[in-house]
């Protein structure tokens, strides 16, 4: 009898359970990626004004976001999930405080996040940096559950060791598991190959391919896990080139994903992209959108009621505990980072009169940034009794330019706002944010520097376009890929410029400057091009360099090991060092820095001489390639001629 009763309990709770997963639900996904710590409204953070409507331009700013979230889920009755695809921190001062105080997640924990996955940018701090921060906010239960599938520790290697056993413990897991109103929801994360590129310092952590591993974890969390939902948390990204475009790649090879949260490559979607069943979303950068994704489940199938994108902008009043927690956030940044150099984080420290914006393409931003390394390794190492110490060249990828400097509704140039343009990384002794190295090149390889512009940033996108202090150059796009520069200059606007000697026979070493994290991917570029553009970092001597930390530039040579020069440091001194025009007792940026000032130009022509002038062996092989083919072509074309008069 007691067997009956138990086969009868079991049999009406799975007919139970098949009544509720064959009814018909909505649930309600709100979703964000590449936060990037952009916790205040900008731009500029001193016009933001969170409870305050209607009164500034400012966009973004999580104390907004966290109205919105609220407004979502009291004006629904059915389960809403919030998701975020990764990159939640650097981009700002408050990074600057993530190791000790995790200030992101702890925000995104008071916001009820329930997942996040992990992005690029957590790695800038290597695995033990980010150990730092998941460790921080663990300790007192203040974070969103964070999910990664393919990232694989090295067994031999132990610099990877404390983040392996923040993993193991729990606190990053492949997959979680969310039930709401009897449905079971499995999300996992996963990390592109084209964002693994841009986190050389996650290094010796590799990651595994996104679509092997998403194959992996949906048959895991169907099959075993039982799951009725599976998302993916990706930080790949969409691209309009689909061949590149890794979310909708893995959509498409990969079966039974129901809907992707993407990140990384800063996308505005405004609607759903549907492939292969698979709904994917991605709500542009910095907190300037949040997505909203209404849906049905019913019989497995899922229907989109609604999406839609919700600005965060000034039409929003911002909620009193997130920006209570943001405010304590900076008293933080300002006793334990700021006040060591003099400054806190509103302090105005120039004027403007004009927008300074990142392009792609030559821009007054990059000009200022490249000019302010040049001028500050000059200003700490330059050794006037030896010339050669000069640093003539200093180059900036836009990559690593993360935010526009705009004048706002006053000209004031805060440190807060100045920071977010130059923001990111770490150094090798360990404190944030990059450090400049100097190494000596010969003329042919600052051709060969110039050409990642040419025709390695046309091939693998915005990041490797390079902005350049102390030269100009002209190129042409119809000539050979890797030969595309016809004339280099060296000097500056005020001092006038000099034609440069780029051929073999010149053997001058010139000295330049870069951050850290540029100059890693030297070996990057040598292997992408096939070694044609390999170069050889070199010391004063002309002896390679073995490793790039021995050439971090020392800015207290009296004090034990390397005082690491930090370019945003830099930054913060050269805009200090402005002329006071008007009188007003602050610094203006000059008028110089209004627009381009034709460093980098275009010549596209099909003239065979500009073709071929001055061309590599590149050059030369491939013309004499064009000869044969055209050789071909017309015994073709005679041949053809010959039968055609014969017939």
């Known amino acids: ?65 966290q109205t919105v979230f609220r407004d979502i889920r009291k004006e629904r009755d059915n389960p809403v999930l919030t998701l975020d695809a990764g990159d939640f921190t650097m981009g700002s001062l408050f990074h600057m405080i993530t190791r000790e105080e995790a200030v992101e997640l702890k925000l995104m924990r008071a916001m009820k996040f329930d997942v996040t996955c992990l992005g690029n940018h957590e790695f800038d701090l290597m695995p033990p940096g980010l150990a ?62 084209e964002a693994a590129e841009d986190a050389p310092f996650a290094s010796p952590m590799k990651f595994d391919d996104i679509v092997e591993t998403s194959k992996k ?52 979607v405004m609607e759903p992209i549907v492939v292969n069943d698979t709904i994917i979303v991605q709500a542009w950068e910095y907190g300037k959108h949040v997505g909203v994704l209404d849906f049905t489940i019913e019989k497995g199938n899922i229907e989109i009621k609604k999406y839609r994108i919700v600005e965060i902008d000034d039409t929003i009043k911002g909620d009193a505990k997130i920006n209570n927690m943001i405010l304590a956030a900076i008293d933080t940044i300002n006793e334990t980072v700021l006040n060591a150099y003099n400054l806190s984080f509103k302090q105005v420290i120039a004027k403007t009169r004009f927008d300074m914006r990142i392009e792609e393409d030559e821009c007054n931003l990059g000009n200022m940034i490249a000019d302010s390394m040049r001028w500050y390794v ?78 390695v940033y046309p091939l693998k996108g915005s990041s490797y376009f390079i902005q350049l202090s102390g030269l100009k150059f002209t190129y042409n796009p119809n ?16 001092s006038g410029y000099e034609l440069l000697d780029y051929s073999d026979s010149n053997k001058q070493l010139y000295r330049i400057a870069a951050n850290i994290y540029n100059s890693t991917f030297l070996k990057v570029i040598g292997s992408f091009t096939m070694n044609i553009l390999d170069i050889v970092p070199k010391d004063r001597q002309g002896n390679p360099i073995k490793d790039l930390k021995e050439v971090r530039v020392d800015m207290d040579k009296d004090t034990p090991g390397i005082q690491e020069l930090k370019e945003w440091i830099g930054l913060m001194e050269y805009v200090q060092s402005f002329e006071d025009i008007d009188g007003d007792g602050l610094p203006d940026i000059p008028d110089k820095y209004k627009g ?33 083919v055209l050789g071909i072509v017309a015994m073709i074309a005679r041949f053809v001629i010959r039968r055609f008069v014969r017939a």
């Open 1 to 65: 009898m007691q067997k009956v009763r138990l086969f009868v309990v079991a049999m009406l709770t799975v007919c139970m359970a098949s009544v509720v997963y064959a009814e018909k639900k909505t649930f309600t996904i709100i979703h964000t990626n590449d936060l990037h710590s952009h916790l205040l409204g900008f731009s500029p953070n001193i016009d933001y004004t969170p409870f305050r409507i209607n009164d500034d331009k400012t966009v973004g700013g999580w104390a907004r976001i």
């Open 132 to 193: 730092r921060i998941l460790n921080a906010a663990y300790k007192n239960g203040e974070l969103p559950q964070i999910v990664l599938a393919n990232a694989r520790f090295d067994a031999e290697k132990d610099k990877d060791d404390t983040l392996e056993a923040v993993f193991k413990r729990g606190i990053v897991k492949p997959y979680t598991i969310l039930e709401r109103d009897g449905v079971r929801f499995g999300i996992y994360g996963v990390l592109g190959k």
């Open 217 to 268: 974890m949906v048959k895991l969390l169907r099959e075993k896990e039982k799951v009725d939902m599976v998302i993916c948390l990706s930080h790949s990204g969409l691209w309009d080139d689909k061949s590149k475009s890794e979310d909708e790649i893995m959509a498409k090879e990969v079966d039974g994903i129901d809907i992707i949260i993407s990140g990384h490559t800063h996308t505005k």
């Open 378 to 455: 000059n200003r700490y190492d330059y050794d006037e009794k030896d010339p050669v110490t000069k640093v003539v060249i200093a180059i900036e990828s836009r990559g690593l330019i993360r935010d526009d400097l705009l004048k706002g509704k006053t000209g004031d140039v805060a440190v807060c706002d100045l920071f977010r343009t130059l923001p990111l990384g770490i150094g090798m002794d360990d404190t944030m944010c990059y450090p400049i190295v100097t190494m000596y090149v010969y003329g042919q390889e600052i051709k060969k520097a110039l050409e990642i512009l040419t025709s």
């Open 479 to 494: 000539r050979m890929i890797f030969d595309r520069v016809t004339e280099i200059w060296l000097g500056d606007e005020e």
């Open 596 to 628: 381009k000032l034709g460093r980098i130009v275009k010549q596209a022509s099909w003239n065979p001489v500009s073709l071929l002038s001055r061309g590599t062996c590149l050059t030369w092989i491939g013309f004499a390639i064009f000869l044969v």
